[in-house]
């Protein structure tokens, strides 16, 4: 299976509390006038510039072994290696906004709109987030058309860069997946461009094979800790 997927941008729930919350603004908090006017503006922007596409492979346990293990630079124990071997189906995918939105918030940094570039930056980091989420979705919903999975069957994104998934698995992952299909390229240091885009591999099974205790040596120095969110969510189906 391989899908390239344009996804309708107001399936992209951005909800302002959670944006502003990755700024580490309280929910509470009084906004300015002025604020709310580079927030409005920032949306607005979004809305013009955003092309959000994707790209899904589906491969076999032992092929994505190849693509993880990499250049051998993983975490010796890590969660991902533990959960892709009880899945019982793996796609490699990656998701992008379009070059024009990235090409839009480098834009405003040059120029000096600090304010315009910072808040459009985390609208479309926010968005880019939340498409991993509708590539899950979207998963979900061909293997329903190809069998009848459990209640239990959930689909989670890992990515290089996290969960002992050395970022230089990148490379790999791009040779297997090759989403230059949709615009996405690598360079030298393994980041992506456009840069609002994410990629990684998409594992189906059981909910409770994405439940792991985040006590490895590297989530001390882990600042997302996406994972206790996720595994949260899982347990209230």
């Keep these: 299976m391989r899908l390239i997927v344009d996804f309708a941008q107001e399936d992209i729930k951005l909800l302002q ?9 309280p929910d509470k908090a009084e906004l300015s006038e002025n604020f709310e006017k580079i927030y409005g503006e920032a949306i607005k922007l979004f809305q013009e510039l955003a092309k959000p596409k994707g790209i899904i492979t589906g491969v076999t346990i032992s092929r994505f072994e190849e693509v993880f293990r990499g250049e051998g630079l993983n975490e010796k124990e890590n969660p991902v290696e533990e959960i892709y071997r ?7 995918f990656a998701v992008t906004l379009g070059s024009v939105l990235s090409e839009k918030v480098t834009e405003l940094f040059d120029n ?5 570039g910072y808040m459009l930056d985390s609208v479309s980091s926010y968005a880019a987030d939340k498409l991993t989420y509708l590539a899950a979705k979207h998963l979900q919903s061909e293997i329903a058309d190809k069998e009848t999975p459990t209640s239990s069957q959930r689909v989670l994104c890992y990515c290089p860069g996290y969960c002992g998934w050395h970022i230089s698995g990148q490379k790999k992952l791009f040779e ?4 230059e299909e949709i615009g996405i390229t690598l360079n030298e240091s393994c ?8 990629s990684g591999v998409l594992i189906a099974g059981p909910g409770k094979i994405h439940e792991f205790v985040n006590s490895y040596p590297f989530c001390n120095t882990c600042t997302a800790r996406t994972c206790i969110k996720r595994m949260q969510n899982l347990k209230q189906g």
């Design 86 to 92: 009880k899945s019982s189906y793996i796609a490699l």
């Design 112 to 116: 000096g709109d600090y304010a315009d």
């Design 176 to 179: 297997a997946l090759r989403p």
């Design 17 to 25: 509390k959670e944006i502003l919350r990755s700024q580490g603004i």
């Design 191 to 198: 980041l992506m461009s456009p840069i609002k885009s994410v």
